[in-house]
């Protein structure tokens, strides 16, 4: 069974009761080098394997880049 | 490098510049160098390295942004060693205080710390700052506890509200971001530098190190620089000569100017002149 969610504006179907951390592993993210928000709420990186992902939920996974 | 050996003397650096207890102090951070290192729009991530390297900055900025999911997103700061850097994440991209805070939040999940530049742009074409949003953010954050250093215009009252609203820094715009047109409006500069309390950091704009001096000069605590050196020719031995301007600058300010003369003063001595032949 598959759910929709929306990930970097971006529509994807993943596994039902997928975790934030088996999502990043999936999409072969090193969860050391990003920041994630779930549903508008930042996650700590501690808290990515208990995070559990709902259908229609949204995730940002964002990273430092270069700026001034 | 060079210590003197006189304890009456405070030990100077070529690499910090001043005396030893010069440190710039914004909240945690604590600063031996005052030029703060922009990190985008480099050519490369090699490039960068290297410029970090010559221009020897303890703080460097960063954006925060979505990851490509596909892979394949270069990221310039991928083969750099963050922890010998103390971060400064902007929000740049914001247009709204909410974005702004919201951007703040996740800079601080990233780098497990307060510091934040706090950058509202009110005006596409220019990038100009939003006055009322930029105040509006950095009371929240402040508010929050984030350490908020904020970029603004030129604008003296705006500086001293910023101020009032708690910023540890206010980041005055020499010319609008990426111009490198240098110091348009030297007076109100000034008159920020002089009138505020916290730390003045010349922001955006600068486009050679002689600027850079010159608003160390005038008792800037730091510039922040990014396209002047990741867009010259040889960014290298551009990074390494803002690194040095800024060094001579703050030395210059710490040592005082000389008094003006409207009259010539001869520098030789006026006695002791041979007697004229004629």
Redesign the interface.
Known sequence: MSIAIT????RRDVEEGITVAALLAS???RASR??V?HNMR?L?AGDFGDARIEDGDEL????????? | MTVTSDPTVPAASAATGAASDDALRMGPAVLRSRLIHGTGKFPSDDVLRDCLAAAQPDMITLAIRRLSLEGGGRNELEGLDLSRFTLLPNTAGATTAQQAIRMAHLARAASLSELIKVEVVGDERTLLPDPAGTLEATRVLVEEGFTVLAYTSDDVVLALRLEEAGAAAVMPGAAPIGTTLGIQNPFNVRLIIDRLQVPVVIDAGLGVPSEAARCMEWGAAAVLVNTAIARARNPVEMARAFGEAVVAGRRAFLAGRADISFEAVASSPTAGLPTSSS
Not at chain 1, 7 to 10: C, D, I, L, M, S
Request: hydrophobic share 50%.
């Open positions: 990930v970097n504006g971006e999409l072969d993210i990003v920041v928000e930042i700590r940002e996974v964002l990273q430092f880049v270069g700026g001034g």
